[in-house]
């Protein structure tokens, strides 16, 4: 198993009339909620909060991409990367990653995650979605039926980038380049692992079994309701005849741990509701732009804006029983990881211990129950596999260590 | 009466509704499609012969992965006009219609002389910023596209409830394939540099206005008459966007002042 502890990095100041008085907590959320100055802090938190659970022995540490939005304040996940590059030692870097179709040109991306790949001796773990409509077309302005065809482009010119080493001319439709000629380029090879996260696009299940990524199913809903898509998922794996390694996929979930079950309902239910009221407020127009989903996707019935839960009437108990949270003692936790991981049949977990506007000391708690008595035993899920590397990092083994901070007396050899 | 036939273009197979008799009129649909009962559609057949084919991916007209920016929709109507053995008919647009007529006329300017733009889209003015129609839920257009808006959304009613999947995954595919071919010519800014080009217009040109339209409003008609040369503007009373619905007589009269 592999289990990335996930930061989201929300905006924990977010009123608690917000959803009253405004529409949207994504795209054109209102200027006057954010502070600079408090983000400075926030954001030192976050990365400690990831730093610490390098320290506790996390597989993985995980960041993502959004823009405008107030549960997702890393415009630029690899700038959070870097920083992690140098305060992490053995955790992968997980970027969950960048969205491809945005920069121009993609290179952009194939040159940032070889600096990242290389500055984390190979730590470092790539994810390519496709983007949220939210971020993808109403905040950076792609086209949404052509975010498809844009996307597949960037691919292609990334992987060749990593992967041809020698120059090439590159004409795509939207990006033509003369030379392509990545230097920098990827420590690993071919290519840092990469995952795809998915929402329930059914093309997506092909792309990542053509090119042996792992497929992520990063919902907020949890792992009931993910079932029947991870069934959808696993079904096309069977039917092309690809083996059924639990690495192939990863899951998303929010967890809370606790001493005891009524401990983590006292200590963490107002940040849960925080997270599925506040945060997840988005405005329903801004779901999924005209074209973004394919005809084939909508048909599945997969997702729709008109049909997600109405989370601000979800109680603790909606939100544990329905699976939406994983909660409660280290007990509990476990036995509900159990199911999660043998019902979806996933080996990399991405974990929400920072949930909302949960404070610091709050999260470093759960994260450590977590660690020391959660993990261990959910270590040997998939024995039979122990040995698929494909889906995660191969560092080398001799890393550089950061020096310490300071200025120690340097004096040039004679 | 409206029928339906198709043709063949390099996009797609596109499903043409025609009708009537009197002189050729080309009809080019908003972003919202046109169907046989569109009512406007029928004044329209009664006083010309009317074709009014329907883009890639509405109506009954074929998916095309190969129609991308303003060039290749444009090229692609002078393609559905020759498949239609058409020569130099009326061209009237509306909205996005009247974008792509606009853009017809300015890149073959001796083969468009009659020109009727209705609440056409293609400019930008940064003191009007265009309404964003990509995040509106269906109850939020009507006030968008109606001077009347209760009387609007009565014309617009979906008729269905949104919470059936029986009703609501078709109605979603329909959105997706009509607003996806739409987008690629007015997401996010419905703006593909027409007034860069709109000086070659050479057409007889009427400009057919609402004047409550709260999509482009007046200063867009005004906009589009500085730039069109000779160009004549029919503001029209108690009407807004979906001026066509609101007030058709007016739009007829407006279209006959070209000869």
Known sequence: MKFTWFNLMPWPHLPDDFREKNRSVWVDIDQSLFDPVRCHEVYNDYLDLLEYADQLGYDGVGINEHHQNGYGLMPSPNIMAASLARRTSNAAVVVLGNSIALYNPPIRVAEEFAMLDIMTGGRFVAGFPVGTSMDTNFCYGTIPALTREKYAEAHELIIRAWTEKKPFAFNGRYTKLRHVNLWPNVLQTPHPPIHIPGGGSIETYDFCLDNTYSYSYLSFSGYLRAKALMDGYWQRVSERGTDMSPYRAGFAQTVFVAETDEEAERLYSEHAFYFYNRCLHVYPGFADAPGYRTIKTIQSGALNQYMRPNYPNLTWKDLVDGGYIIAGSPETVRQRFEELIKGLRVGNIFLLLHVGNMPKDKCMYSTKLFAEKVMPHLRNMWPEYDSDNRFWCKPIARRATPAPVGRPEMVPAK | ?259
């Open chain 2, 1 to 259: 009466m409206i029928t339906a036939h198709t043709i063949e273009t390099r996009a797609a197979a596109i499903n043409v509704l025609s009708g009537g008799a009197g002189p050729d009129l080309l009809f080019l649909h908003a972003a919202g499609g046109i169907t046989a009962e569109n009512p406007f559609l029928r004044a329209l057949a009664a006083k010309y012969r009317v074709f009014a084919p329907q883009l890639p991916g509405y109506g009954d007209s074929g998916d095309s992965d190969n129609v991308r920016d303003m060039l290749d929709v444009t090229l692609h109507s002078f393609d559905v006009l020759e498949a239609l053995g058409l020569d130099k008919p009326i061209l009237v647009g509306h909205s996005l219609g009247g974008m792509i007529a606009a853009e017809m006329a300015a890149l073959r300017p001796k083969e468009v002389e009659k020109l009727c733009l209705i609440a056409a889209a293609g400019l930008w003015l940064d003191a009007y910023p265009v309404p964003d129609i990509f995040t509106l839920l269906p109850r939020e257009f009507p006030a968008y596209m109606f001077h009347d808006a209760e009387a609007g959304a009565k014309m617009m009613a979906t008729g269905g409830n949104m919470n059936d999947p029986a009703f609501l995954i078709p109605f979603l595919v329909t959105n997706a394939r009509q607003l996806g071919m739409a987008g690629k010519f007015l997401f996010p800014i419905p703006e593909r540099g027409l007034s860069e080009r709109i000086h070659r217009i050479r057409a007889k040109t009427v400009l057919v206005w609402g004047d409550s339209d709260r999509m482009f409003p007046a200063p867009y008609a005004q906009a589009f008459k500085a730039l069109i040369k000779g160009a004549e503007l029919v503001s029209v009373p108690d009407a807004g966007h979906q001026v066509v619905l609101e007030q058709p007589d007016a739009v007829m009269s407006a279209i006959a002042r070209l000869g």
